[in-house]
């Protein structure tokens, strides 16, 4: 969930296309006071998680919120900012019961201040946007970017670089078309070597 603005919020994945049915769903809720992980099984709802924590909850102003599950792993994941998992903030395990209820999540609700109503949020059309991906997070993607002739089995070992065709297509685009750009000259001779610092120190 990428916001522009503050709007509290729920996720609500389920099993079901029909918000009601609780059979099994895990719900994220987010607000300025708490971060709630939960969990309806046979329409019992038992927290699995939560925090007041204020680098957890919701910010004001503009952020990233993302939840990931690892139904290989039997993990949740909470996390702000780029997804990836040096971006998490909150872990919890799921049960080994609950591996074939989780595999078959396939539906997201999703509500606002605690309404499904969406029609009351339609200034904040522009302002908020669902993204749902495929994977679950589980590592943290290479941040250098390699063709496959410079690259060598210890850059796979160690992760540290990515094939430019396993990039998505918009991506091995925008690389293409900026590969051969001049950054550095006499007025920042040292672009390159802030870009390598930035990119080796953890915090950027």
């Known amino acids: 969930m990428e916001q522009k ?3 509290s919020f729920e996720l609500h994945l389920s099993t079901s296309n029909n918000p009601a049915n609780s059979s099994y769903v895990i719900h994220l809720s ?6 709630k992980i939960s969990k309806t099984i046979n329409n019992r709802t038992t ?4 925090t007041m924590d204020r680098d957890f909850v919701l910010h004001e102003g503009k952020n990233k919120y993302w939840l990931s599950i690892d139904h290989a792993n039997l993990l949740l994941k909470y996390g702000q900012g780029e997804v990836r998992d040096r971006s998490t903030l909150i872990r919890s395990d799921v049960t080994k019961a609950e591996k074939d209820l989780v595999r078959q999540i396939e539906f997201v609700h999703v509500t606002f ?3 499904n109503i969406l029609a009351n949020y339609e200034w904040y059309e522009y302002k908020v946007k669902l993204k749902i991906g ?4 589980t590592q943290d993607p290479a941040l250098l970017v390699a063709e496959s002739k410079d690259a060598n089995l210890d850059d796979f070992i160690n992760n540290s670089v990515m094939l430019i065709s396993r990039l998505d297509k918009p991506c091995q685009s925008l690389y293409y078309d900026t590969v051969d750009w ?4 006499d007025t920042f001779s040292h672009f390159y070597e802030a870009i390598e610092r930035s990119v080796q120190n953890e915090t950027g």
């Open 5 to 7: 603005g503050s709007l």
């Open 182 to 185: 001049k950054f550095q000259d």
């Open 134 to 137: 495929q994977y679950p997070v």
């Open 113 to 115: 201040n605690n309404s």
């Open 30 to 35: 987010i607000d300025l006071g708490q971060v």
């Open 47 to 50: 927290i699995i998680n939560e």
